[in-house]
């Protein structure tokens, strides 16, 4: 199982989580990390996650069953080459520790993330609550 931490459209409820998510995931749980989080100007969000920086994102911890096959799926949805720092990279790919709402650490995860520079050239909004 391949656990990955989403916080936008991949969500339960979110644009793309029909394609890619619904019937695809064994376990889902309401989760966060630490990060800061914003709203593109496109529809979707981004978050940062940058040395010693405070706050939370929040967003669910989906288990998927194909791990490999459908990370694959979502690093093209999410723009990531599998080249980490590629200028051709719409976001990274990073292992994050995602907490369980007692905040226990629940575990690592695969998290899209975005550097600041970049969604703030974008005209990213941040967001305080953390949730999108």
Not at 32 to 43: D, E, N, S
Not at 97 to 122: P, T
């Amino acid at each position: 199982m391949l656990p990955v931490f989403v916080y936008g459209t991949l969500k339960p409820g979110g644009v793309y989580y029909r394609v890619y998510c619904e019937g695809r995931t064994t376990a889902e749980h309401k989760s966060w990390t630490r990060g800061k989080l914003y709203h593109l100007p496109f529809g979707y969000p981004a978050m940062t996650r940058e040395e010693g920086e405070e706050g939370r994102v929040y967003g669910y911890l989906l288990y998927f069953a194909n791990g490999e096959g459908q990370l694959r799926k979502l690093d093209h949805l999410e723009g990531y080459t599998g080249m980490k720092n590629s200028p051709l990279n719409e976001y990274e790919r990073e292992e994050v520790m995602a907490y369980d709402e007692e905040m226990q650490e629940w575990r690592l995860a695969w998290c899209y993330v975005m550097k600041r520079e970049k969604i703030l050239s974008l005209g990213g909004v941040f967001i305080p609550s953390g949730w999108w």
